[in-house]
């Protein structure tokens, strides 16, 4: 529920960022979002367009590359990937798990016409 | 073309926060970010350590609501200063909202402001507002299932205050699953067990909170 303000903010970025480059027309915005973060990306790109509308922005696309959650185990050492949210190392099941991916929410690059 | 950019979407109520932040430590005031699903009991258990601490710290409360000021006035009940903010059905309290609300708290006469988040386990997790700790309730009827529904609030609070163990006896919640999934996300994190209703686990929590002020 709270992906309009954060289209508002990824708004504010873009154009921030286009009229310092002196960018006249951008094809889409890459954002990168870990699977962490409470956002929908579907929601988010419903935001954006709504709040683009009549704006130089309107039809910039939103591309949303998704982060998934990257763990390491303190007692293998190993670094695995996960599609949700776990406790247990897969290789060796003990050890604490960090976090070391997943919480990203940035954006990334801008797809300008040549 | 491409042309990388690698900005936080975040990065304007990190900021915010930021500022609040200096504000809050310029007048040495301790903040305490509440948060919890609605009804968990953020209001109750507010009531009950404003009982217990009020003549040993000063405390003053922002409250965020979607609607109403219902909380304000149950607070305010207690001769605390209550600030309400609306956030007309914003999910979440940001930065932003903390600042203009701060205006009209007195900062310099407080020890301790909590800002009751709005009721959500999701959003205001995202967020930050300023403060200095992050504390959580989860109360049993919700279920001993939350942690691994709502992992990022777990991750982040420094305390998770288990609330309603009073109904432990009538409702589906192991207190062991909570703690193992919360201490498992979050290894650090402290947790008490309490019922606001018929009061205990409260002291234990007070005495807590009390040395975090301290420290």
Redesign the interface.
């Known amino acids: 529920?709270?992906e309009m303000?954060?289209a508002q903010?990824?708004m504010?970025?873009v154009q921030e960022?286009i009229s310092r480059?002196g960018?006249e027309r951008l094809e889409a915005i890459?954002?990168v979002v870990g699977m962490?973060?409470?956002?929908i990306p579907q929601h988010l790109a419903f935001c954006f367009e709504i709040i683009t509308k009549d704006t130089p922005l309107e039809g910039t696309a939103l591309r949303i590359r998704a982060i998934p959650l990257t763990y390491n185990c303190s007692a293998c050492e190993k670094e695995f990937l996960a599609e949700e949210?776990t406790?247990v190392c897969p290789d060796c099941g003990k050890g604490?798990?960090e976090?070391i991916a997943g919480r990203e929410?940035?954006?990334?690059?801008?797809?300008?016409?040549? | 073309?491409?042309?990388?950019?690698?900005?936080?979407?975040?990065?304007?109520?990190d900021r915010i926060a930021e500022q609040n932040q200096e504000l809050f430590a310029q007048n040495r005031v301790f903040v305490l970010n509440l948060m919890s699903s609605p009804g968990a009991g953020k209001t109750s258990l507010l009531e009950q350590t404003i009982d217990h601490l009020k003549d040993k710290v000063s405390i003053g409360v922002i409250e965020g609501d979607i609607a109403s000021s219902h909380d304000a006035e149950r607070i305010a009940q207690k001769g605390i200063q209550a600030v309400q903010i609306n956030t007309e059905g914003?999910?979440?309290l940001?930065g932003n909202m903390i600042r203009a609300a701060v205006g009209q708290v007195d900062l310099s006469s407080l020890d301790l402001l909590v800002v009751e988040n709005v009721g959500?386990l999701?959003?205001p997790?995202?967020?930050n507002v300023g403060e200095n700790i992050k504390v959580m309730i989860l109360s049993v009827p919700e279920g001993d299932d939350k942690p691994?529904k709502y992992?990022?609030m777990f991750?982040l609070c420094k305390a998770l205050v288990i609330n309603k163990i009073d109904l432990l006896p009538y409702v589906d919640c192991s207190i062991e699953k909570i703690r193992e999934?919360a201490t498992?996300?979050n290894?650090e994190v402290v947790i008490f067990e309490v019922s606001c209703k018929t009061g205990e686990g409260i002291q234990k929590w007070c005495d807590w909170l009390e040395l975090q002020l301290g420290s």
């Open positions: 529920m709270h303000a954060i903010s990824i504010d970025i960022e480059r960018i890459n954002l962490m973060s409470a956002v949210v406790f604490k798990l976090l929410f940035a954006v990334e690059s801008l797809e300008v016409s040549d | 073309m491409k042309v990388p950019v690698v900005r936080n979407i975040l990065e304007a109520n914003a999910c979440h940001d959500n999701v959003c997790a995202e967020f691994l992992p990022l991750t999934a498992k996300l290894p």
